[in-house]
C-alpha cells in the first residue's frame, strides 16, 4: 500500500502542477488605443486588437477557447502588445469607424503609429490564429505589403489571387481592387485560365466594366471553360445586383436588371427573377403577393429540397391565414418530412396542422420533433 500511495501522490503533484501550467492566457491591455500604441513604440512591438461585439457568439467562443490556450498566450504576449476592445462602445466606436469593422471578431493587427498592417475577421482555431499572428509579423505577408504592391504595379494573376483572398478573409470590398486589376490586363490575356479563375471567384458587381467585358467575351469564356459554369456565374452577378437593387428599393433598377438578364438567355434567369419577385414581397411585407409567388416557385423548381420546401412551409404558417393558400403549406411540410424527417421539418409540420385546426395531428408531429430533438 505504501507504494500505491507514493504513486498517487506522485501523479496528483504531476496532474496538478500541469493544470497550473495550462492556465495562462493572453493579457490584454485596458488603456486607450494611444496609450496602447504609445507603449507599443517603446517595446518595438505592433498592437493586436480583438475587435468584438458584446452579443458575438465566435468572439465568446475565441475569448474562452483560444485566449487562454498556453501556446497562444505565449506567442501573443510575447510579441504584441494586445487590446481587446468591444466596438460598439465607448472608444471602440470611433475606432470600428476609423479601421471600417463592421463583422466580428475582427483580428486587426497594428503597427506602433497605428497604421493597420494586417487583418482577419471570423474565429480561427488556436494554430490558425498564431499562424494569422506571424503572418502579421512578416512584412512579406501582411495586407499591408500586398496593398502596397498591388497599387504601386501590374501584378501577376497569382498575387492578384492571394491579395483579393486576403481582402476577403479581411472582410473588407476588394471590389475597387478588381477593377484596377482588369484595367491593366491586355485584351489577349483577358480569357485565360487565371484570369477566369478570377472572374469565377470574385467578380460581383453587374455594372462594372470588367463583368461588361466578360459579358462581351461571352462565346469565347463558353468555348474555353463550358456554357453551366459562365452562365451561372452571369446569373449570379446580376443576382447580385437585383438584391441589392431591392434592398434599396430601387424598382427601377430592379426592372433594368430584370431585362438585362432575360436577355441573356440563361436558363436560370426566370427562376431567379422570380425567386427575387418573392424576396422583394417578403421584404415589402406583401404576404399575399408573397404566397402566390411562392406557390408558382415551389411547383415548378423545389418539388424535391427539403430546405426550401420547409422554409416556405414556415413562412406560410408565420404569415398567411387563408386555408386553401395553408393547405400547400401543409403538403409542402409533409414532403419535407418526407425527405428528410429532422426535427425542424417535424416541427414546421406540426405547426401547420396546428393552424389548419387538426388538433390531433399536430399533437403527434409536435411529440415526435421533441423526441427527435
Not at 488605443?33 to 480583438?50: C, G, H, P, T, Y
Not at 483572398?165 to 484595367?183: G, L, R, T, V, W
Not at 415589402?284 to 408573397?290: D, H, L
Amino acid at each position: 500500500m505504501k507504494h500505491s500511495f507514493k504513486a498517487l501522490l506522485v501523479l496528483t503533484i504531476f496532474f496538478t502542477s500541469n493544470s497550473i501550467a495550462q492556465n495562462r492566457s493572453i493579457q490584454f491591455n485596458h488603456a486607450s488605443l494611444d496609450e496602447i500604441l504609445s507603449q507599443a513604440a517603446k517595446e518595438n512591438k505592433m498592437v493586436f486588437i480583438d475587435c468584438y461585439a458584446s452579443w458575438c457568439g465566435p468572439c465568446k467562443w475565441m475569448a474562452k477557447n483560444i485566449f487562454t490556450n498556453d501556446t497562444v498566450a505565449d506567442f501573443y504576449n510575447k510579441n504584441f502588445i494586445t487590446a481587446k476592445i468591444d466596438m460598439e462602445k465607448g472608444e471602440g466606436v470611433d475606432i470600428a469607424n476609423k479601421y471600417g469593422i463592421q463583422a466580428f471578431p475582427t483580428l486587426l493587427y497594428l503597427n506602433a503609429s497605428g497604421e493597420q498592417m494586417h487583418r482577419v475577421c471570423g474565429a480561427a482555431e488556436s494554430q490558425e490564429f498564431i499562424s494569422i499572428g506571424e503572418n502579421a509579423l512578416n512584412p512579406a505577408t501582411q495586407l499591408a505589403f500586398y496593398t502596397k504592391k498591388f497599387n504601386a504595379e501590374k501584378v501577376s494573376p497569382r498575387f492578384a489571387r492571394e491579395y483579393f483572398d486576403m481582402m476577403k478573409n479581411a472582410c473588407q470590398s476588394n471590389e475597387p481592387a478588381i477593377n484596377k486589376y482588369f484595367a491593366d490586363v491586355k485584351p489577349n490575356e483577358f480569357t485565360s485560365s487565371e484570369n477566369w479563375e478570377i472572374i469565377y471567384q470574385y467578380l460581383s458587381n453587374y455594372s462594372s466594366k470588367a463583368f461588361q467585358d466578360f459579358e462581351k467575351e461571352r462565346a469565347t469564356f463558353v468555348s474555353l471553360y463550358g456554357s453551366d459554369s459562365v452562365d451561372m456565374k452571369i446569373n449570379q452577378i446580376y443576382e447580385n445586383g437585383l438584391y441589392a437593387s431591392i434592398r434599396k428599393q430601387d424598382k427601377k433598377n430592379s426592372e433594368s436588371i430584370k431585362a438585362k438578364l432575360r436577355a441573356t438567355g440563361i436558363k436560370d434567369a426566370e427562376k431567379t427573377i422570380l425567386e427575387s419577385d418573392i424576396y422583394q414581397a417578403e421584404e415589402e411585407g406583401e404576404w399575399t403577393s408573397y404566397a402566390s409567388l411562392a406557390m408558382e416557385f415551389v411547383g415548378a423548381y423545389v418539388a424535391e429540397d427539403a430546405v426550401e420546401l420547409n422554409k416556405y412551409a414556415w413562412a406560410f404558417y408565420e404569415h398567411i391565414d387563408d386555408i386553401e393558400m395553408l393547405k400547400h403549406a401543409e403538403s409542402w411540410a409533409k414532403t419535407a418530412v418526407e425527405l428528410d424527417g429532422n426535427y425542424a421539418n417535424t416541427d414546421t409540420y406540426a405547426a401547420v396542422l396546428y393552424k389548419l385546426g387538426k388538433k390531433k395531428e399536430a399533437e403527434e408531429m409536435a411529440l415526435k420533433a421533441i423526441n427527435i430533438a
